[in-house]
């Protein structure tokens, strides 16, 4: 089946730490792109990519980074600099990135401080 | 800026009711008009999108929303409601750019 994965489910990060999540896609999609969820917040993006080798910054891309070596894959690394890390992140991709298109969305990963 | 506004934080409706979830953008031109829903710890699913045509859209699982230009309106409806309906809906605008902007969303609660 297509779709996209995300892992860990679940994850902890210490502090100084940087932690890195995971987000595959088997659906041939050009673009992808990196959502943090808070409670009564809704969806703000960090950031998206629309080629291999390319991404751009989101609203909130401060003290995240990404890479796209890949089509199928782009991982998010929350690096010690993102002082408050603890949400729920999602990935998702679109066929080619504009604005018009479906989202197809991973199951997310909780991230939380210890 | 484009925005987004989803007024009611929570809604709770009793299983077979009629249900009507607000959604008001702030878009100059003719927006591209999205609703997704949540289930808790899962990724958004679409239910259904407008982008021009009939202003009466229908969705799955027996969704439909209508596109009111005169009030920027995009309200979700379901003439009866399941409890399995039970979950979180989000509202979201393309922004004329290549980005998405979603709403704070509508947590649904559905009593038997």
């Known amino acids: 089946d297509g779709g996209i994965t995300q892992s860990p489910k679940y994850l902890f990060r210490k502090e100084g730490q940087n932690v890195t999540l995971s987000c595959e896609q088997n659906?041939?999609?050009?673009?992808m792109y990196w959502y943090r969820q808070d409670p009564g917040q809704g969806l703000r993006l960090i950031y998206y990519?629309?080629?291999?080798?390319?991404?751009q910054k989101g609203d909130i891309a401060e003290g995240y980074s990404v890479s796209r070596e890949k089509k199928e894959s782009f991982p998010l690394t929350v690096t010690s600099a993102q002082k408050n890390p603890t949400a729920f992140y999602l990935c998702?991709?679109?066929?080619?990135?504009?604005?018009?298109?479906?989202?197809?969305f991973g199951s997310g990963t909780q991230l939380s401080v210890l | 800026a484009q925005s987004v506004t989803q007024p009611d934080i929570h809604i709770t409706v009793s299983e077979g009711a009629s249900l009507e979830l607000r959604c008001n953008y702030s878009?100059?031109?003719?927006?591209?008009l999205f609703w997704y829903v949540q289930s808790p710890g899962q990724g958004l699913q679409l239910l259904l999108k407008?982008?021009?045509?009939?202003?009466l859209v229908q969705g799955i699982k027996g969704f439909e929303a209508e596109f009111k230009r005169s009030q920027s309106s995009f309200n979700l409806r379901k003439p009866s409601v399941h409890w399995s309906d039970a979950a979180e809906y989000f509202c979201?605008?393309?922004?004329?750019?290549?980005?998405?902007?979603f709403g704070t969303g509508t947590r649904l609660q559905v009593f038997p």
């Open positions: 998702a991709s679109s066929l080619r990135g504009t604005a018009n298109e479906k989202l197809f």
């Open positions: 659906l041939n999609h050009d673009a």
């Open positions: 990519s629309q080629i291999v080798n390319d991404f």
């Open positions: 878009y100059g031109a003719t927006p591209y």
């Open positions: 407008y982008f021009s045509g009939d202003t």
């Open positions: 979201a605008v393309g922004d004329g750019t290549d980005k998405l902007i």
